[in-house]
């Protein structure tokens, strides 16, 4: 509990107390209105400075000034019926901050439970000064600094493994619980706990652009991307409460009128007046403006949790309505590690060739420039590489040793005017020219990711009609793995532009209500994944590319977390819609009620905090996505 609470819980016991005593002693008049002040504004007088303070910001029609006019009425009331009843008042003060207490406990605990969920924020790093550890804080930790990370402790910053080996749980980044083997010369990430053996991490990226602060930036952010359940909540509650304040004072004026102009008999004031306020009561919408972004934060805490970073509510929202998913092929249904299976038509000898195409990829990172370089196993010099051009959904063209060569697909030698030979082989050709001449061509087959036919068959199992592979690379390869996985339509030999065209084609031709999902690993897509009405981008791990232009994150990188994802965002907006609806046909229902007289302020009241209470609980699901 908070100071702020347990100051709130003094304040309840003791103006229960002196509530419970007022019920015995034996006095009456001014004594007793006095003790009943006292105790009325012990309980409820921030109630009344805050209402006070919305009349003097000009922000009139809030909950405070609701429960102040109630009140305070309550009090006129008795007056004016010289009664010296004025239990009402104080009691439906004081179950109010009751339930005001409650909420913000629940509140409280659920908000630090997702929290906790995501602990992946480091605390320290450790660094070798003179044979000694030292804690630094991660963020005094410059690029390039060897760290120290012991058993137990978590990577507080991205690097390179340069001595030991261990096992990491990444179970806080990507939700998997199978711990990861790391060895010298791994990359490793943030966020990810150390389990076993001592590493000694050289350091890639400083703090603020290593991946746990990415992450954390982007749910802390996500909440400020409002949905349109929350717009309208927000709206509803702008025409709402002046609505209803305006219904009360009608309530109040107009049936005493009516019976005194109309009816010529005695106009009974108070009892209308009385409903008018126990109407006010009731009309409070909190259990709404509560619960609902709740539901979603919890929702985004719990998929985070699972390794998908949804980055604000409005996304979840149109993830739960995605019909139609389009995939990028490479690096997103495939590893996109290549192997070279073939050179063919070689001019030079196999291992020059390989060399001239690995240095001229040296600058790139498309999944074929880090298998190129793997496969030519050596160091790259880049000093013998001048003027390297990259050109997307192409290839590169770069100087080595002062000879022009260019490495890419058929598209690459037309646009240079080089003749080549076309292959029999299927794989994704990387044909060669060195110095203007065509000099051979590299095989190199990726392999399907061993997820990608089961996210395929899960995704029609949730309901999308529509499965469609984008890819840039060659009809052979892209039929092939099609056909293995499954996807409904296929496009091959694509630019970035033409992809765009092609999902600008597909957000056509479908309904307006349905969305468009576009997955891609944000090398060549990122302008795609804008363009979609969602863009969920694999490859968390290494891309900034894709972390920037997605809406969805995958953390990693298994295509089966899209349907998981999209199952998440359905359950939470169901739990959006549930409060909603439970909410407001409580809340009218007890407007009518209050109206007609039937319930008093004491049950209204107590039927605001159960709605409330329940719709926080409800809201609290959503964190629970584990095993949908
Ligand atoms: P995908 O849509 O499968 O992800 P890309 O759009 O990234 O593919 O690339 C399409 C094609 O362009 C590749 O199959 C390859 O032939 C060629 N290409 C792109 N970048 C490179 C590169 N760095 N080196 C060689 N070829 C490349
Ligand atoms: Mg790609």
Redesign the pocket.
């Known amino acids: 509990m908070k100071k702020k609470q347990k100051k709130m819980l003094v304040r309840i016991l003791v103006a229960l107390a002196l509530f419970i005593a007022l019920q015995f002693i034996p006095v009456g008049g001014i004594a007793k209105w006095i003790l009943y002040i006292a105790d009325y504004l012990i309980i409820g007088y921030d109630i009344l400075r805050k209402a006070f303070r919305g009349i003097l910001n000009r922000q009139v029609f809030d909950e405070n000034f609701l429960m102040a006019v109630a009140t305070v009425g309550a009090f006129a009331l008795a007056l004016y019926q010289r009664s010296d009843n004025c239990n009402e008042a104080i009691g439906v003060m004081l179950f109010y901050q009751i339930g005001e207490l409650f909420q913000g406990i629940a509140v409280g605990k659920s908000r630090r439970n997702i929290t906790e969920l995501m602990d992946i924020r480091p605390d320290y790093a450790n660094i070798e000064v003179d044979g000694k550890l030292e804690q630094v804080s991660p963020d005094e930790v410059s690029i390039g600094s060897i760290i120290l990370v012991q058993p137990g402790e978590k990577v507080p910053l991205d690097g390179v493994i340069v001595e030991g080996n261990s096992t990491l749980n990444t179970s806080a980044l990507t939700g998997e619980s199978l711990p990861r083997d790391a060895k010298t010369g791994d990359e490793i990430v943030s966020g990810s706990i150390n389990m076993t053996g001592v590493l000694k991490i050289q350091t890639t990226k400083e703090f603020g652009d290593s991946t746990v602060s990415k992450i954390l930036e982007l749910v802390e952010n996500a909440s400020s991307r409002k949905s349109k359940s929350e717009e309208f909540i927000a709206k509803f509650a702008r025409v709402y409460t002046p609505a209803v304040c305006y219904s009360a004072l009608a309530l109040a004026v107009l049936p005493p009128l009516v019976r005194l102009l109309m009816l010529g008999t005695t106009p009974d004031w108070s009892v209308w007046i009385y409903r008018a306020l126990t109407f006010l009561v009731i009309s409070c919408p909190c259990a709404l403006v509560i619960s609902i972004p709740l539901s979603f934060f919890a929702g985004i805490g719990g998929a985070s949790n699972q390794g998908v970073l949804i980055k604000g509510s409005n996304f979840m929202e149109t993830l739960s309505q995605v019909k139609t998913v389009v995939f ?5 249904l ?1 590893k ?1 590690v290549f192997e070279v299976s073939g050179i063919h038509h070689n001019q030079m000898e196999d291992a020059k060739l390989i060399e001239y195409a690995a240095l ?2 040296c600058a ?1 990172s ?4 880090r298998s ?1 370089q793997n496969a030519y196993g050596k160091e790259i010099d880049r000093n013998r590489v001048t003027d390297i051009e ?7 063209i770069a100087k080595i040793d002062g000879v022009s060569v260019a ?3 058929s ?2 030698m037309n646009r240079l005017g080089i003749t080549y030979q076309d292959c029999h082989s299927v794989g ?3 044909h060669m020219a060195v110095d203007g001449n065509y000099a051979g061509h590299i095989v190199i087959s990726d392999i399907e990711k061993p997820t990608s036919q089961k996210a395929i068959a899960s995704l029609k199992k949730a309901g999308i009609t529509k499965t469609v592979m ?5 009809k052979k ?2 039929d092939k793995v099609a056909a293995d996985l499954g996807v409904d339509e296929v496009r091959s ?4 532009a033409d ?1 765009v065209a092609e999902v600008e084609k597909l957000l056509k031709n479908k309904g307006d209500k349905d969305k468009l999902a576009f997955v ?2 944000g ?3 990122a302008p795609v994944l804008t363009r979609a009405d969602i863009g969920i981008a694999m490859g968390a791990m290494g891309s900034d590319a894709a972390i920037e232009a997605a809406d969805v994150v995958l953390m990693d990188d298994d295509p089966l977390k899209i349907a998981k994802a999209i199952r998440i965002s359905r359950k939470c907006i169901r739990i959006v819609y549930e409060n909603i609806v439970f909410a407001l046909v409580i809340k009218f229902g007890c407007l009518v009620l209050g109206a007609l007289g039937i319930a008093n302020m004491g049950a209204a009241i107590f039927a605001d905090v159960g709605v409330m209470i329940l719709a926080v609980l409800n809201a609290i699901r959503a964190l629970q996505v584990k095993n949908l």
């Open positions: 990028d092929k490479t690096g997103t495939t996109g001229a990829e790139s498309h999944p074929i420039s190129l990259e050109i997307s959904g192409y290839g590169v490495a890419g697909n598209k690459l994704t050709i990387i984008l890819t840039g690379d060659a390869v892209a030999e694509l630019l970035p992809k891609g690993d090398i060549n897509d």
